[in-house]
């Protein structure tokens, strides 16, 4: 595995650091008046999910770590756990519910997710971008309601509730971002 500097750690490394596998959550390159300029490293460990600061200087190594990336397809859950298909040799893993944490209400039957390896071990799950939902409910239009940025709450058919623009309407398709967690645009 390559050793890199501490001043090359960018956000989204993924690191061997103390035994454990962290990845760099945001990283700041501070420079000192007096003494070496140093890289401030806010780091989430991949198994437990503890967070770690460290300070890097450019003369230390770290271990980075690449991870096996494989589309997998949801299944179904049971017993707290997710089944995910392996779309080419159709071998089926388990994985906790909580590893997509509170982007788990926007998993659909038969979903495409990003899975994370190290050494066959996942580790991580991504959804995809964007997700289509349908809204349950919501306030009705109010005439003469247009002011830019205006956005009103509305429960979707997963539960969630998110800001929508005032036009979008009950039994309605809108397009939600997983990672935001916000309104799109409509489906």
């Known amino acids: 595995m390559p050793k890199i500097n501490g001043n090359e ?9 103390n035994g454990g ?3 760099a959550v ?3 390159h501070v420079k000192p008046g007096k003494g070496g300029a140093f890289a401030q490293v806010e780091m989430r460990n991949l198994r437990n999910g503890s967070k770690l600061n460290e300070r890097f200087r450019s003369a230390d190594k770290v ?9 997998q397809q949801f299944l179904y859950e049971v017993d707290g756990n997710l089944v995910f298909m ?3 040799t159709f071998e089926q893993i388990e994985l906790p519910a909580d590893i997509l944490g509170e982007r788990r209400a926007f998993l659909q039957d038969g979903m495409t997710v990003l899975i994370e390896y190290y050494d ?13 939902c ?13 002011a830019a940025n205006s ?11 998110v800001m929508v623009p005032p036009f979008v309407g009950p039994d309605e398709d809108i397009v939600v971002n997983t990672e935001t967690i916000e309104y799109s645009e409509r489906a």
């Not at 066959?120 to 289509?132: D, I």
């Open 134 to 146: 349908k809204v349950v409910e919501t306030e009705p239009v109010v005439k003469g309601q247009t």
């Open 9 to 17: 750690i960018r956000p989204g490394n993924i690191l061997e650091h």
């Open 26 to 28: 945001k990283v700041d």
């Open 86 to 88: 392996d779309t080419e």
């Open 63 to 71: 271990e980075r770590v690449r991870l096996e990336q494989k589309d």
């Open 151 to 161: 956005f009103k709450p509305a429960v979707l058919d997963n539960g969630v509730k």
């Open 21 to 23: 596998l962290w990845t």
């Open 120 to 132: 066959n071990e996942a580790l991580n799950a991504t959804l995809p971008q964007k997700v289509v």
